[in-house]
């Protein structure tokens, strides 16, 4: 019973396509929200994705192992620089607006 | 006392239970952050999908990461994200429409973004080896301080390019106060 789920750890093909369904919800949020803070949320998502990608390439090749890894470092580094301004952004329009919803930021279309 | 090799009458080893598990919690967490109506509670499923992905990390043999992971997601930007919540949600937040009009056909997209994501992946041969390999903490350590030197450096010029904007940028102008 479930004997054909032996072995899923050790395959590229489950992180890969597990990574591809969180980036695709990511993708999801950052079209559908309405918040400005919920669509950071959801980018922070898709660059776990790709993070989780990279690390499963690394992890199933002997010479991209610990390249792998250097380089998901260098993308949680960039993340956390990016979500440090896009909220800073965020909050600068609060303040001007009153209110965090993209929708109502229609200042460049009248 | 030993633990057996699989997990008894499902046929299948301890790790792979480990990986299902983390996944599942993974997924539903990413579910709930971009579905959720209360978005002080999207930022906490946030938290959850972090944690469930540094363990994936674990499995996949690179510790060194998912320490990163822990340190950095959780314990700062998600830290970064909850204040950003508290400092702009109104108390009609939660009551207030969450999706825009176009929820329908972003939902349509991201679904077929994902089905052809597990087929791209499913018809490719990757050239890689069939076994996991563990990351050697100290080959990472090497690889960072001599051959990635450059990008470190310009990594922390960045961060610290990042710190002075979003000071500069959340800074209330001293003429706006009243």
């Known amino acids: 019973m479930l004997s054909f789920l032996d072995g899923i750890s050790q395959s590229l093909d489950a992180y890969l396509v597990l990574a591809g369904v969180l980036f695709a919800i990511g993708s999801f949020g950052f079209l559908a929200r309405r918040n400005a803070i919920s669509m950071l949320m959801s980018i922070e998502l898709m660059l776990n994705a790709v993070n989780l990608a990279i690390i499963a390439f690394g992890a199933f090749s002997t010479s991209l192992n610990t390249d792998a890894s250097v380089i998901a470092l260098i993308v949680m580094a960039s993340a956390a620089a990016e979500a440090t301004v896009g909220l800073a952004i965020v909050i600068a329009i609060y303040r001007n607006r009153r209110t965090p919803l993209v929708d109502e930021y229609d200042a460049m279309r009248q | ?178």
């Open chain 2, 1 to 178: 006392m030993t633990l057996p090799e699989t997990i008894p009458f499902l046929g299948f080893g301890w790790d792979d239970a480990l990986f299902m598990l983390l996944a599942a919690i993974l997924i539903g967490a990413a579910l709930l952050v971009v579905g959720l109506r209360d978005i002080i509670r999207c930022g906490l499923a946030m938290i959850i999908c972090f944690a469930a992905l540094a363990g994936i990390y674990v499995i996949a043999g690179a510790p060194v990461v998912a320490a990163a992971q822990v340190l950095v997601y959780i314990g700062a930007i998600s830290v970064l994200v909850l204040f950003a919540i508290m400092l702009t949600q109104t108390k009609a937040g939660p009551r207030e429409l969450v999706f825009q009009t176009q929820a329908v056909p972003a939902a349509v997209l991201s679904l077929i973004l994902a089905f052809v994501f597990a087929i791209v992946v499913g018809s490719t041969q990757w050239p890689v080896s069939t076994e996991r390999v563990w990351t050697n903490t100290t080959d990472l350590a090497k690889k960072l301080f001599a051959d990635y030197t450059l990008p470190f450096e310009v990594v922390s010029v960045l961060l610290l390019a990042a710190v002075i904007g979003g000071v500069f940028l959340a800074k209330r102008d001293r003429r706006d106060t009243d």
